[in-house]
């Protein structure tokens, strides 16, 4: 309850980061800083935000997308937010989010384009 | 009656009193929507209805009691007409302006990443809202929602 944890991937300029839990104020402090040390680390042109795996996102979500959306941006790159279930959607799109970073319906279509040149799966897991 | 949705006559309760610690936000969603379950909401509603109490209860541990740890209560009343009204209060540091903190995108708290659309979210996920708070004294937000009829075929 209230635990989210994350597993990431590297493509090439890519980062795909897949979401998995509630997100909510509680989890999104752990996931937030798990976050940026990666990105910092590994500075993507994109960030991908695989959501398939969350059932559950109120405001603190939109903070949270919001709040890697400038991120990226201070380091040159964009947000695409993957597979948003139907209730996570319906408050991405109440805030306007959806105008703000692009959303993407269907899993082959966030990385499947450009072919992997290193691929490294890591997992990382939050209290 | 819908027109008198707020005080419509109560038919059960579940009243919880919760330390406004973060893990505890969960923890009230879950309870709620076991209770309203009784009722036989659609995932929607369900939906609905978690988001909603999750803003409140958030920002009850977030902004009512900022600089403190205090009880956040939470009181769901299953009504006639298949009315959930929902109470959940702090004694906190209370709004100093409701008209303008119901705005969406404002917020006090830009620096922790909120996005000041927790009203908002409140407000299109239930079927009516209402917030009394005094500053220095807390803030209680009590929100109705209007399940549908079932379909008894
Ligand atoms: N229980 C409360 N006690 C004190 N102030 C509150 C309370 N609830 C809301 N507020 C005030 O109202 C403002 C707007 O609340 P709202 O939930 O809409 O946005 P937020 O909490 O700032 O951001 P978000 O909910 O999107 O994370 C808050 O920034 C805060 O100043
Ligand atoms: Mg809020």
Partial sequence: MGRATFTYEETGYFLRVKLKGDIDHHSAVAIRSGMDSLLYKIRPRRLYLDLSGVDFMDSSGLGLIMGRYALMKEIGGDVVVCDPCPGVDRVIKLAGLDKLVRIERSKTDAAGQDKPRSRRVRKEVLK | ?153
């Fill in chain 2, 1 to 153: 009656m819908k027109s008198n949705k707020f005080n419509a006559k109560v038919v059960n309760k579940m009243q919880l009193k919760l330390p406004s610690l973060s893990v505890n936000e969960g923890m009230a969603r879950a309870a709620v929507a076991a209770f309203v379950s009784q009722l036989d909401p659609t995932a929607t509603e369900l939906a609905d209805i978690k988001c909603a109490v999750s803003e409140a209860v958030t920002n009850c541990i977030v902004h009512g009691y900022r600089d403190s740890v205090g009880y956040v209560r939470m009181t769901v009343k299953l009504c006639e007409g298949r009315i959930v009204r929902i109470e959940i209060a702090d004694k906190g540091c209370g709004i100093a302006d409701v008209k303008q903190a119901r705005q969406p995108l404002f917020t006090t708290d830009a620096a922790g990443e909120r996005s000041g659309m927790g009203f908002t979210v409140m407000e299109s996920f239930t079927d009516g809202v209402r917030v009394s708070s005094k500053l220095g004294k807390g803030t209680t937000v009590t929100m109705i929602k209007v399940l549908a009829d079932l379909d008894l075929t």
